[in-house]
């Protein structure tokens, strides 16, 4: 006999099949016509709702690290404060980070993308050797800096490096870098970590303002799909791009940040958090938590929530809020970085990794199912 778990599963496919059944009568790019004008109300709110009011956020956390990092180099000592402002920042661009819809996204793979996430923040790839390299040198106020160094040695990543390293570099011998580092003495390093952190802040503005000035300048209004200059060739296919937004979840909440930590399908990796530097690793998870669903619901506006309502499916809306609500409440709970958590009691991490599962799995099965949108491959070849 099927467990009551399983006749329950079956049952919601049934139903999210036959509401699929119902929407296909009179089928445009796969969800009824009558739910047109509310899927032009769920494109029409991820830039003024979710995207902009994110990236402002942001923007203004960035303006404080600055002042803070000022105030560092001009009165010296541990940059307390400067760390407490780089959180703050990482907590509102954590939330940013999840909706690498067109500018923000890979070029490579999310229609009309153009890389300007990784200008950012191109976690995992920092390269923390470059950045000691680029402390010694000096380079960094050359105007051709940052279009001549890859991403892996800027960035709020590499600015968490600067924060909070120790007298040490991390490169290894044959990189050849002792002499040049012991030349600059405690001092000397003090000044470069300074002045260094200072342009990265300033970068980061500049770019952190270009995102923003793509949307608003039309990038808003070409998520309708109802202009020449749109990327998107109908709304079906902008729609798919917001949900497959929403699968950051999977690959990088959940199995990056989560998975690779905790050796889900090899060896533990503590040293693979997010955050090492910081400790702030279960806090960016949370921050991701949220970041999904104010994109799932729309912000103040229409979101996939309220399309699984029209078509008879609130209560599914509800469990993946619920679901992301309860993941994101684990997160917080846990206190310790989360290498420590893992090294001294993995079972909170495990138990977060399996709530953030949840949510995917509802994005992957039902949701998809019932709003016939499409799953992105990384995440469809995921048989957790």
Partial sequence: ????????????????????????????????????????????????????????????????????????????????????????????????????????????????????????????????????????????????????????????????????????????????????????????????????????AGQLQVEAAALSARWEEGFAEDMRASSDRSPYASQTEALNEVFAAMFYLDPMTKDRKLGLPLGVGGEPAPEEVEGLASGQGAAFVAANLQGFSALFAGGGGAGLDDLLVEVGHGDLAEQVLTAASTAEASALAIELPLDEQIEQDAAPVQALYEQVDVVTDLLEGDVATVLTLTVPSEAAGDND
């Fill in 1 to 200: 006999m099927a467990s009551v778990a399983g006749r329950r599963a079956s049952w919601v496919v049934l139903a999210g099949l036959t509401g699929l059944a119902v929407a296909q009568a009179c089928t445009r790019g796969g969800l009824d016509s009558v739910l047109d004008s509310l899927i032009d109300d769920v494109l029409a709110a991820v830039g003024p709702e979710v995207v902009q009011p994110g990236l402002a956020e942001f923007q203004g956390k960035l303006a404080l690290l600055e002042q803070e990092l000022t105030d560092w180099q001009a009165l010296g000592g541990e940059p307390l404060e400067a760390r407490a402002a780089w959180v703050e920042a990482m907590l509102a661009w954590q939330r940013v980070e999840t909706w690498q819809i067109g500018p923000a996204g890979s070029s490579l793979s999310v229609i009309g993308g153009e890389d300007r996430r990784d200008e950012i923040y191109s976690w995992p790839t920092l390269n923390t050797c470059r950045v000691d390299q680029e402390t010694t040198e000096g380079a960094w106020d050359q105007a051709d800096f940052f279009s001549e160094n890859l991403v892996n040695s800027y960035g709020l990543d590499a600015l968490e490096h600067l924060l909070w390293a120790g007298p040490e570099h991390t490169c290894p011998s044959q990189v050849g870098l002792d002499e040049a580092w012991d030349e600059l003495g405690p001092q000397g390093l003090l000044s470069a970590r300074q002045g260094f952190a200072l342009a990265l």
